[in-house]
């Protein structure tokens, strides 16, 4: 298997960020607030929260009994898993570039 290295490999992670990735993690980072990206754990914690709405009209429809409550369940879960599938990894290749987070939190430890 001499293809290139996919993110799914550690090789992978350890590849530098380009210009487009470091411009989109400066992006994301931007409009969300550092106390919420700073290590996997909270990143973990604000995928639950933005998936919760959706999660709850998805199993909440049966008690509505409406379409459209399904389809913005639907629509806010899967908002929240693609956010989910795009940030992690450029993240998690920030980590192992030392660009991120910024500052060492002492509270939390690094595999967290």
């Known amino acids: 298997m001499s293809g290139p290295a996919t993110l799914a490999t550690p090789q992978a ?6 210009a487009a990735e470091f411009a989109h993690l400066r992006w994301i980072t931007a ?39 399904l389809l913005v369940g639907f629509v806010l879960f899967a908002a929240a898993c693609l956010f989910r599938a795009r940030t992690e990894r450029l993240f ?14 002492p509270k939390e430890p690094p595999h967290a």
């Open 13 to 18: 992670l350890d590849l530098p960020l380009s």
């Open 31 to 69: 409009r969300v607030p550092l106390a919420w990206t700073r290590s996997r754990r909270r990143r973990r914690l604000l995928f639950l929260g933005l998936a919760a709405p959706g999660f709850l009209a998805v199993f909440a429809t049966p008690l509505h009994q409406t379409l459209a409550v």
């Open 92 to 105: 998690v290749r920030a980590e192992a570039a030392a660009l991120w987070p910024p500052t060492p939190s």
